[in-house]
């Protein structure tokens, strides 16, 4: 554990709690797509099959469960409670999201650190998480204006892959074990798919004013 490992998880534990505090509070998932919460939710679940069968820490085991259990809720909010799924924006969140589903898959099956159920799914997982976040950027893009706790959800979640990314370059130098090459690709390309959005979200911070992205 490093502090900028340290400092990932918890900007990405805290993206999860202001969704979370927006649903809970607002009774509104307005602005937020539920493909990409999907698509967090079988991430979540291929790649932490190790839960079951290898124990690393504590603090480990609790964060999954964690991620886990959130992204499930965050779903099941969506698309089941009575008063949040009529905020849904389900007319503009009309992004394809099962056709990155399936040459994801097709990837991890061909590019893996081995080849084994285990090993695919997690590159699976890796490979699906990098591309997870477009349903939500298109639906960004689309509806234009972002409420403050949208707005600060998606930012939370990109610098949480910048700060691993920061992670990998500290654990380089410091580590005989480096990091695997598809995560270094993955987390550069989940990253850098933020660009746009980080961009108009620090315009509207300096400027003050509410946060709206191009057509």
Not at 32 to 53: C, G, M, N, V
Not at 76 to 93: E, F, G, L, T
Not at 113 to 139: C, R
Not at 184 to 212: H, R
């Amino acid at each position: 554990m490093n502090i900028f490992r340290l400092a990932g998880d918890m900007t990405h534990l805290a993206s999860v709690l202001v969704l979370l505090l927006k649903i809970h509070t607002i009774k509104s998932c307005a602005g937020i797509s539920l493909k990409t919460q999907e698509l967090y939710a079988i991430t979540f679940a291929t790649r932490y099959l190790d839960l079951f069968t290898d124990y690393i820490s504590f603090y480990n085991t609790v964060m999954k469960i964690i991620f886990l259990g959130s992204s499930f809720s965050i779903v099941w909010y969506m698309r089941r409670h009575k008063v949040v799924r009529r905020s849904y924006d389900r007319d503009q969140d009309t992004f394809r999201h099962f056709f990155l589903i399936l040459p994801c898959l097709l990837l991890a099956t061909f590019i893996n650190e081995k080849l084994t159920a285990k090993e695919v799914l997690w590159a699976f997982s890796l490979y699906l998480e990098a591309v997870a976040i477009l349903p939500q950027l298109v639906l960004l893009q689309r509806t234009r204006n972002i409420d403050n706790l949208t707005g600060q959800y998606v930012f939370l979640l990109g610098a949480y892959r910048a700060l691993y990314i920061l992670n990998w370059i500290y654990r380089y130098f410091t580590e005989a074990r480096y990091v695997h090459w598809i995560t270094w690709i993955c987390g550069v390309v989940q990253t850098l798919l933020y660009a746009d959005f980080f961009y108009y979200y620090f315009q509207s911070w300096k400027k003050n004013v509410k946060l709206e992205l191009p057509a």
